[in-house]
């Protein structure tokens, strides 16, 4: 009896080691997300597998709700992100499966978020666009009240599937979380990418999506904001001229606008952000993440 104990003991746990991933706990889903470094300001993608077939996958991360779209493999996929002023330490990634069956799966998987490194950078532009006079203080809070609307449109799927594109194809001059000093006053901390781009360059949407916002700003210059579904959205500052309207619908690498150096600005070049459910996110995390095709 104690030989046969310790055998079929055995066997469970050889069994165990190949149905469930090393790095996984014991469970019915597998959770990965890349990049596999997180840290404070990351884009990132959760990726889900469910043994069997769920209806759908929702999730809670950082105060914030996810919905998994399907894609290639079986696996489900969701864009977020990690907030800029995140402190390291681990956070949990609690998610639900509803399965055809009416089962409801539920799992929390610790995630863990290291400190990024960020730098100081110091710039010279108009006095205008540091200390605004009363008039143009008013124009700024009308134009607040402008992009909240935009960044309030909501589209319930994702719109985007694979890769998301470079908006244009120069190297970068300013990378995102630096913190700015304007005139010897510190200002803002960038929370974008800058290309180099001549005026005139063409500015391609990054993935599909609706544009919701196209029009001139005081510190952002003439400015695109595409949504591109459940609450991830890309923008497009200092731009010269638009090539598309509010409302439309435009594809992945189609001509936008054309750059330029509107807005608070110290030459021409193109400003791209990334925004996820209100939070800025870095856009170099964004276009190095291998995306799937969602179905």
């Not at 597998?49 to 709700?65: E, S």
Request: proline share 6%; aromatic share 10%; charged share 20%.
């Amino acid at each position: 009896m104690g030989l046969c104990h310790y055998g079929s003991v055995i066997l469970f746990l050889l069994a165990a080691s190949v149905l469930t991933p090393a790095a996984e706990p014991a469970g019915s889903a597998t959770v990965s997300w890349q990049p596999q470094v997180l840290v404070n300001g990351s884009v990132c993608l959760f990726s889900i597998a469910v043994r069997g077939a769920p209806n759908k996958i929702t999730a809670q991360w950082m105060g914030h709700d996810l919905t998994f779209s399907p894609g290639s493999g079986g696996a489900w996929y969701a864009l977020a992100g990690v907030a800029l002023e995140t402190k390291p330490g681990s956070y949990e990634l609690g998610f639900e499966a509803v399965m055809r069956d009416g089962r409801v799966l539920h799992q929390v998987r610790p995630v863990t978020v290291h400190a990024a490194k960020y730098k100081t950078s110091r710039l010279t532009v108009p006095q205008k666009y540091v200390t605004p006079d009363p008039e143009t203080l008013k124009r700024i809070e009308a134009e607040k009240e402008i992009k909240n609307a935009a960044f309030a449109h909501f589209i319930p799927a994702p719109e985007w599937s694979g890769k998301f594109v470079a908006p244009v194809p120069s190297e970068v001059s300013e990378t995102f979380g630096t913190s700015r000093t304007f005139n010897g006053k510190l200002a803002s901390v960038h929370r974008g990418e800058d290309f180099r781009a001549p005026s005139g360059t063409p500015v391609q949407a990054s993935n599909a999506g609706e544009v919701v916002l196209a029009r001139e700003l005081f510190y952002e210059g003439n400015c695109i904001v595409i949504d591109h579904g459940l609450g991830f959205m890309t923008m497009y500052m200092h731009l010269s001229k638009f090539d598309v309207h509010e409302g439309d619908k435009v594809e992945k690498g189609q001509t936008i606008a054309f750059s330029g150096g509107t807005g608070r600005v110290t030459g021409p070049h193109l400003h791209m952000s990334v925004r996820w459910s209100g939070e800025y996110l870095d856009p170099a995390k964004l276009l190095a993440l291998k995306l799937p095709s969602l179905n």
